[in-house]
């Protein structure tokens, strides 16, 4: 068990540049989760998948964002047109189901739009 | 919506003081509830979940008691430790067990020798 896994750790960026970041999940772990977090708030939920398929989105997930997991394993988040707002840790979970599985996290990745 | 409200922090205390981090939730349904923990530089990780209701969770010294009459979930430790500093999140999820997690602000904890 490798834990998930994100990358880039860290991403800078100028206000209107796109970005996309990448997570690989636990290996047998067929959910998984985006989320996000603003300093001295709470993880604020985006999307999940089910293997391939995209079962929920929040309303938080503007058009400018889109996730992807094409093959049921790892998944990529893209942001278009960034803005200052952006800025925050986006943190990548993966769980089993059906099963007993809490949520694991990545250790995230922090963005900074300038 | 669901919603989880925890106490604000910093909280300060000395080695082996007792801790108490207060969590009380809105939630259609029965949800289950969960405390997870952020080490500085690391993920979060799950300390201890409860299903239902006046089940007690407990891990590392740690416990909660699910109270469906308050809406409660209490994190509580007899003795605190300088390595127990970190930042505490009380979640919630839907009826079903582990999906969507919904977070508390969080509370960080600062322990002192």
């Known amino acids: 068990d490798t834990g998930v896994s994100q990358d880039p750790r860290h991403k800078i960026t100028k206000r209107g540049q796109n970005v996309t970041f990448r997570c690989d999940p636990i290996?047998?772990?067929?959910?998984l989760y985006w989320y996000r977090q603003t300093l001295g708030q709470g993880p604020e939920f985006l999307t999940y998948?089910?293997?391939?398929?995209?079962?929920?989105k929040s309303r938080l997930l503007s058009d400018r964002f889109s996730a992807e997991r094409p093959k049921g394993s790892f998944s990529t988040l893209e942001i278009q047109r960034t803005e200052q707002g952006d800025s925050a840790m986006y943190l990548c979970?993966?769980?089993?189901?059906?099963?007993?599985?809490?949520?694991?996290f990545g250790n995230g990745t922090r963005l900074t739009v300038t | 919506g669901d919603s989880v409200t925890q106490m604000e922090g910093p909280v300060t205390l000395s080695e082996e003081a007792f801790l108490t981090i207060n969590c009380t939730y809105t939630?259609?349904?029965?949800?289950?509830l969960f405390w997870y923990v952020q080490y500085p530089g690391e993920g979060l990780q799950l300390l201890l979940k409860?299903?239902?209701?006046?089940d007690k969770g407990s891990n590392k010294g740690f416990e909660a008691t699910y109270r469906k009459e308050t809406t409660s979930f209490h994190l509580e430790k007899g003795s605190v430790q300088v390595s127990d500093s970190a930042v505490y999140f009380c979640?919630?999820?839907?009826?079903?067990?582990?999906?969507?997690?919904?977070f508390g602000a969080g509370t960080r904890l600062a322990v002192h020798p």
């Open positions: 979970a993966s769980s089993l189901v059906p099963g007993n599985s809490p949520l694991h």
């Open positions: 290996s047998e772990h067929n959910r």
């Open positions: 998948f089910q293997n391939e398929a995209q079962l929920e």
């Open positions: 939630a259609t349904g029965y949800p289950s």
């Open positions: 409860a299903t239902k209701a006046d």
């Open positions: 979640a919630l999820s839907d009826a079903g067990g582990y999906n969507k997690l919904i």
